[in-house]
Structures are given as structure tokens and as C-alpha cells.
């Protein structure tokens, strides 16, 4: 995820300083991924550096203001505009502990894998209820959130079969065919 851009992408709708930009980002996205608040500003502190926001000055309470440049709404809408690469896939914790565990003597693959299963069929459960319970009262407002819960129900389901197929690959390990 590119804190860089999404900052940028709410800078476009009205000045702001780091604590909104923060919330504004949690609300928009349901919470999904939280922002730590020292991340936001030495964003911020980059982005001002490289010229795509400014400093405003500051509100009444000290907070100081943050704006986007024409140089920043530029870069905003090459982001948008861009898909996502997938040159890189992003690492994934558990395929690194499942592929490291299975060349170890003494791991035992199987246990974390239904670990794992159990935590994601969990995760699942929540993210479809509060998908649910969302959509059962949705609001425009609330779109932006069903997508990221949407996001997030599919790449569970996606782990869970996953981890299904592991664990058929261990047990084809443990018989060989004959």
C-alpha cells in the first residue's frame, strides 16, 4: 500500500493536517489497515520535501496544514491512473514460514497450517459480518468500505483454499504413491 499516494489522494479534497489525514484515511478504507501516526508524518515531511505538498501554516490549535501542489495533483492522478504492478508480489509471512518449516526437521507443517486455518476462517467470519451488517444498512458513503471488506473476504477465502491445497500436498508427501 502507498501511504505516499493515498495521503496525496485526501490532500486532494481539502487541506489537512496529519491526525485527519490519518482518520480520514482509517474511516475511508473501515479501519482496515491502520496508519501509525509517526508514519503519516515523515510522509508528509517527504512529500514536502519532494514538492508535492506545502505547508499551510497552522489552525488555531497548532496543528499544522497540509496542501497539495499542482506537482502532487499530478502525481495523485498518474497513481490513479496506473494499475497496481504485480512485477514484485509482496512477501507473505506465512508462505515464508510454511516453505521454511517444511526444509527444518522438528516443524511441524501440519500445526501451523490448521493454526492458520483457524485464525483465517475466523478472520473470514468477521470480515463477511461486518460486510453483512454493512450492506444491510449501506449508505453511499459506505461503498468505499464494502470494497476494502470485499478486498479483504476474497483474499481470505483465497488463504483458506490455500491452505487447504498444503495440506494436501503434505499428505502427498507422507504417501507416496506407489
Known amino acids: 500500500m502507498s501511504i ?13 493536517y496529519g491526525y485527519q489525514l ?16 509517526g508514519q503519516v508524518y515523515t510522509t508528509l515531511d517527504r512529500l514536502e520535501r519532494d514538492g508535492l505538498v506545502r505547508k499551510e501554516g497552522a489552525d488555531g490549535e497548532g496543528h499544522v496544514i497540509y496542501s497539495i501542489t499542482e506537482a502532487g495533483l499530478a502525481e495523485a492522478g498518474g497513481w490513479f491512473a496506473s494499475p497496481v504492478a504485480r512485477t514484485n508480489p509482496p512477501r507473505n509471512e506465512l508462505a515464508i514460514k510454511l516453505a521454511l518449516g ?19 476462517v475466523r478472520a473470514l467470519q468477521d470480515y463477511t459480518k461486518s460486510r453483512r451488517d454493512m450492506s444491510a444498512r449501506q449508505r453511499p458513503a459506505d461503498t468505499a ?32 504413491p506407489r
Open 102 to 120: 517444511l526444509t527444518i526437521p522438528g516443524v511441524d507443517v501440519g500445526a501451523i497450517i490448521q493454526a492458520q486455518r483457524s485464525v483465517s
Open 4 to 16: 505516499r499516494h493515498s495521503l496525496l489522494a485526501l490532500l486532494q479534497d481539502r487541506p489537512r
Open 145 to 176: 468500505r464494502l470494497l476494502v471488506l470485499d478486498s479483504l473476504v476474497f483474499q481470505t477465502e483465497a488463504e483458506v483454499r490455500w491452505l487447504d491445497l498444503c495440506e494436501a500436498r503434505l499428505m502427498q508427501l507422507a504417501n507416496p
Open 22 to 37: 490519518r482518520a480520514e484515511f482509517e474511516d475511508r478504507t473501515g479501519s482496515s489497515w491502520p496508519l501509525n501516526i
